[in-house]
């Protein structure tokens, strides 16, 4: 972006982008940013906008694809949600994402492992829990169905509440509880399990007044075969 130029992005643009350019801000958040040695989040809107001019003036319709990374040392669940809005924005989910693994001989591991920032000697935060590494990297892919819970979790957590709803800026809709689709199973089998009673009531009611018409018959015949043998001895 120093090189006011535009003659290298014109021929990148032209001849040697097949539709799509990888490019990797790795995180929106200033603060996190900060941390990885990179430029303001500002300066890679710069880029998209000249990126996308370039383009229409060579008469090609072609995108950036972010590469992103989540629990970098200085990323918090707030910086987190932030990137999750910034994906919501762009209309973007990123099919692979890349936590933070630390590596040999650089800042960003040694921020790791120490919790400071060594040019400076701040105290970092650093990610290092599991279960909050895997909330942060569900975040950024929160369209996926499979990281409702861990999403719905990370924004009660940020104090974010108002991203779970229905409204065009949220991230994920409410879901019935586990706990309330569990009673609502035991309520329908309750019921189910009633009606079986009552039809076995009523039907057990049932056999009982055909045994006792059953019964009446048989003794109205009896008695009638009574009658008639009585008849017959005095003719």
């Not at 370039?54 to 950036?64: A, T």
């Not at 990123?94 to 105290?123: K, L, N, W």
């Not at 709803?165 to 019921?191: F, N, Q, T, V």
Request: glycine share 6%; with cysteine; net charge positive.
């Amino acid at each position: 972006m120093a090189d006011k130029d535009d003659t290298f992005l014109k021929e990148l643009c032209e001849y040697h982008i097949s539709g799509q350019l990888r490019v990797a801000p790795e995180h929106v958040s200033d603060a996190v940013l900060t941390r990885m040695g990179k430029p303001e989040n500002a300066v890679y809107e710069r880029f998209l906008k000249r990126y996308q001019r370039i383009n229409s003036k060579v008469g090609k319709e072609q995108f950036v694809v972010p590469y992103l990374m989540s629990s970098h040392p200085g990323s918090t669940l707030k910086e987190a949600v932030e990137l999750a809005e910034y994906l919501r924005d762009l209309g973007y989910m990123p099919e692979q994402v890349q936590d933070f693994y630390p590596t040999p001989s650089t800042i960003s591991t040694c921020m790791y492992y120490t919790g400071y920032d060594p040019r400076t000697m701040e105290p970092v935060y650093v990610p290092k829990n599991p279960h909050e590494k895997a909330m942060q990297r569900a975040l950024i892919q929160y369209r996926n169905p499979d990281n409702y819970d861990l999403v719905k979790e990370a924004l009660i957590k940020a104090d974010r509440r108002d991203l779970i709803g229905y409204d065009a800026k949220c991230l994920i809709h409410p879901r019935k509880e586990k706990w309330m689709e569990h009673s609502g199973k035991k309520a329908s089998h309750k019921e189910k399990t009633v009606k079986r009673s009552n039809n076995g009531t009523r039907s057990g009611k049932q056999s009982e007044r055909n045994g006792q018409r059953k019964s009446n018959v048989d003794r109205n015949r009896s008695g009638g075969q009574k009658r008639s043998g009585r008849n017959s001895r005095r003719k």
